[in-house]
Structure formats: structure tokens, C-alpha cells
């Protein structure tokens, strides 16, 4: 889903309750698109439609490095904002929104938050799903930067050279 009209027509609330009445459980994604989604009341009452019919949300994704990006994309400090303002909104029965996230090479990496560390601001990260399961939770901390908009815009922050991942993943992938 990315937007909640979707969930409003009469066709579309049967089809869940069909899906439901077989024992099945609905999980929701979606992407955060400029022009169609990009504000948090518009998730906030998604995700709160969602719980209403049965839905649990799941995922809000980071538009990713495909065609029409540059049409769809939303920074990743604006996506951050976003996602904040919505699950503050909502009950801890809509939280389980997880987000924003990037399905990247190295796996799904979702900005945590943004904060001042010594004066530096940066973003922190983690890993929910890696190429390598050890890299799952761990946090790490990027230069903020108001207008990335994918983890490769991203630079390590406090003058690392790297992120703790980058040797390891570019050893794994083909040449
Ligand atoms: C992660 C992901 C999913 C869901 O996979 P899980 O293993 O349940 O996290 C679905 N679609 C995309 C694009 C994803 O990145």
C-alpha cells in the first residue's frame, strides 16, 4: 500500500476480509514517494486504517535506485522526519511500522535517527537483514547529509574511511 485511499473502497476492504477469513495474516509495505505519500499524516492514517481492517504494518521503504527515482525519491533526513512524525501519531498497535529502510546491495539498512555526536551531525544506521547476519543490529553512524537520498550518497562519519561493512561486502561480490 502506499497511500490509505487505497484501503477505502468497498472492493478493497472484501478482498482483506476474504484474504483474513482463510486464517491468513496481512502485512503492509510500501515506499515513501514524493508527489504521492511524502508527509506523515498520510502514513499515520494509513497505518492506523491498516490496524482497523487487520493489517499489520511493516514496512516503509526508501524509493529505491530504479528508473524513476529522481521523480519519486525523498531524501533520507526528509524521509526520517516523516516516519517520525507518523508512528509518534499513532498506538503502539500501528508501530510495528519499521522504517525508513533501504533494500541495498549490502542488505536493509534503516535510519534510526539523526543526532549530534562532538559537534558532528550525523545519521545512525543499523542493519536489518545483511549479506552477512552479523552486521543485523549493529549501529554505525553516517555524515548527515540533507540531500542523500540512497545509502551510496552516504559518507562514514568522525573521519572513518569506511563503514564497518564496505571490505567485507565488496569481497563477496562478484568481479
Ligand atoms: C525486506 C523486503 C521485504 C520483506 O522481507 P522480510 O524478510 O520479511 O523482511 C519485501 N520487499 C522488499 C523490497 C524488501 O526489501
Redesign the pocket.
Known amino acids: 500500500y502506499n497511500h490509505w485511499r487505497e484501503l477505502k473502497t468497498d472492493i478493497a476492504y472484501q478482498a482483506i476480509q476474504r484474504i483474513r477469513a482463510t486464517g491468513a495474516e496481512i502485512?503492509s509495505?510500501g515506499p515513501l514517494l514524493a508527489h504521492i505519500n511524502d508527509n506523515a499524516d498520510d502514513w499515520a492514517k494509513m497505518w492506523r486504517e491498516q490496524v482497523r481492517v487487520g493489517i499489520i504494518p511493516?514496512?516503509m521503504?526508501v524509493e529505491?535506485d530504479t528508473g524513476a527515482q529522481h521523480y519519486f525519491e525523498v531524501p533520507l533526513a526528509r524521509a526520517y522526519e516523516i516516519y517520525r512524525d507518523a508512528i509518534k501519531q499513532v498506538s503502539g498497535l500501528a508501530r510495528t511500522a519499521r522504517g525508513p529502510?533501504m533494500?541495498a546491495g549490502p542488505g536493509?539498512v534503516e535510519i534510526q535517527g539523526v543526532t549530534e555526536v562532538n559537534g558532528e551531525k550525523v545519521f545512525v544506521l543499523r542493519f536489518?537483514?545483511g549479506r552477512n547476519p552479523d552486521w543485523v543490529q549493529r549501529p554505525f553512524f553516517a555524515q548527515y547529509d540533507e540531500t542523500a537520498t540512497w545509502l551510496n550518497h552516504l559518507k562514514p562519519a568522525f573521519g572513518e574511511e569506511k563503514f564497518f561493512f564496505e571490505d567485507e561486502y565488496n569481497a563477496m561480490k562478484p568481479v
Open positions: 502485512r509495505q511493516y514496512y521503504f529505491r529502510s533494500s536493509k536489518i537483514q
